[in-house]
């Protein structure tokens, strides 16, 4: 690859983020530009670098990773969000997927799965581990619909199809 993606990392545990970054930092087309320990760092970044793609967590202190996208992707709607996450609970996954994220990274996968999830969403593809893809399959069921709190989430035939592929 000719130019290196430009990526900042958001996580709110100091010893993952260094972790994620030395990964990365393995990875010859990843150029990490910036780091930010919550959402109000990773807006304030953004700001004054252009980075490529963020490396977005969910919970966060401050401002979490789902108000953080929403705005972020308001300012800078060619930005590539990918969550990274530690939690199974299909909730946070339909929250980031409705504010723009395009692929999810479980914090434990590794450094393969890691560059296979920025190589997918750098060539305009999303990016979703089978186990998470399975998980909000079987809680949408048959009917195409789930609920979210208070909301509920209505998914066109479509998307359902998507989905299902």
Known sequence: MKNKFKIIVVDDYLLFRKGV??????????DVIGEASNGNEAIALLEHFSPDAILMDIKMPEMDG???T???LAKFPDLKIIT???YSDHI???KMIKA?????VQKKAGKDELK??????FKDENYFPQDILRNLLFKIGKTGTESVGDSEIVLSKRETEVLQL
């Not at 296979?116 to 969403?121: D, E, F, G, T």
Request: hydrophobic letters at 50%.
């Open 21 to 30: 970054i030395a990964v990365l930092n393995e990875i010859e087309f990843i």
């Open 66 to 68: 789902i108000e953080a």
């Open 70 to 72: 929403e705005k972020a």
């Open 84 to 86: 990274l996450s530690s």
């Open 92 to 94: 946070y996954y339909y």
């Open 100 to 104: 723009g994220v395009q692929g999810f």
């Open 116 to 121: 296979n999830a920025i190589c997918s969403v």
